[in-house]
Every structure is written in structure tokens, then in C-alpha cells.
């Protein structure tokens, strides 16, 4: 394997296990001292927002820290990367996040086993089309603004504070409808440790699809803006 690609699968997989593990274990916190929705919404926001925001300076020139399965997608369909490079992004990915559940599975318990449930029994109940509505539009707007802030190199070194408060912000949007997962490895990864994959597909379905449909438009239309 080339050291350069050692290198890109390394860097994905420590900023998706650093995203998951930072992102999580804020969420199990809150579970664990009952905070109220409201404020809960806020410490997930900041915690992913900030977390995206370091992780875009410490790794971004290495993978462009994607630490996100829809954005690897979305910047595949936006001629940003290769089809075989997306699937190593992928493989590090999914298993940076898993590993990161694990470990706050170890440490929280039983609480962490609560953490599916922010995602299966969301505010819109299993209503399949409004979950992919939500998790698509939220992670359109998301990946909109890594492919013209990071991808096409609109913002310079101020790229990863406009990811970080975008991604903020659709959370704060969104996470009483869904929890705003945003990223198929973030739904995955405690779902999978907390034993309820209920909602996958549409989480899956929204987030590929948000993603996808952003690289595709500013690939195609917005390229030469």
C-alpha cells in the first residue's frame, strides 16, 4: 500500500472516530443527566460543529477529512474523487465509527444502548418519506457548502468554521425531527452498538441521497462560477 494512501485511510478513519466518539458521547452524556430537549440540541450542535471544525484543519490537508460516507459520495458524483477511492474512504469510515461507538459503549454502559433511540424513534415517528425529506435536505445544504467552501477552495482557512457552523446549524434545525444524524456512519455507529437499526434505510436513503444530489449540482452547474 503507498504510504499516501496509508496515510488518507489513516486520517479518515481517525476523523470519523473522532466525530462519532465526540458527537456520541455528548449525546449519551445528556441521555444520562436527562437535559431537556432544547439544551441537548444545543451541546449536539456545538460538540459535531466544533469537532468538524478541528478536524477539517488537523486532517483536511491529508483526506480533506471527510469523516462523512455522504460527502465522499456527493464529492464522487461532483468529479472530486475517484469510485474506488470513495469505497476506501468508505471502509475507513464505517469502521473509524463503529470503533468510536464501541468504546463509548465501554464507557457509558447501558446508557449508550439509549443512543439508537435518538435516531429509531424520532419526532416524525417511521414516517420513511419525511425522515429521507429531512436527513436529504439537511445533508444537501451540508455538503453544498464542503464543495464550495473545501472543494472548490471558495473560503481558503476559513473552510472548515463555515463546515463546522453549517453542520451546526442543521442540527439545530433538524435534530428534533431526526436527530440530524447528516452521515451514514454517524447513524450506524450507535444504532448498531445501541441494538436498533429500525430506521436505517431511510437514514441511509436521505443522507446518500442529500449528499449525492449536491455534488451533482455544483459539479455540473456550479463549476465554473
Known sequence: MPRNLFQVILAEFLATFTLVFIGVSAVAYLLRSQTSTDAG??????????????????????????????????????????????????????????AAAAVVLYLFGNDATLLAKQHAATALGNDFLKIVLV????????????????????????????????????ILAGGSLTGAALNPARYLAPSLVGGDLSNLVPFFVGTLGGGGLAGLLHGALFKGA
Open 41 to 98: 440540541i444545543v451541546v449536539a450542535a456545538l460538540a459535531h460543529g466544533f469537532a468538524v471544525i478541528a478536524l477539517a484543519y488537523a486532517f483536511g490537508h491529508v483526506s480533506g477529512a471527510h469523516a462523512n460516507p455522504a460527502v465522499s459520495f456527493g464529492m464522487t458524483l461532483g468529479g472530486k474523487l475517484s469510485p474506488v477511492t470513495m469505497l476506501i474512504y468508505w471502509a475507513a469510515q464505517f469502521i473509524g465509527g463503529i
Open 135 to 170: 436527513e436529504g435536505l439537511l445533508t444537501f445544504f451540508f455538503v453544498s457548502t464542503i464543495y464550495q467552501a473545501a472543494g472548490m477552495g471558495r473560503a481558503g482557512n476559513l473552510a472548515g468554521v463555515l463546515i463546522g457552523m453549517t453542520l451546526a446549524g442543521c
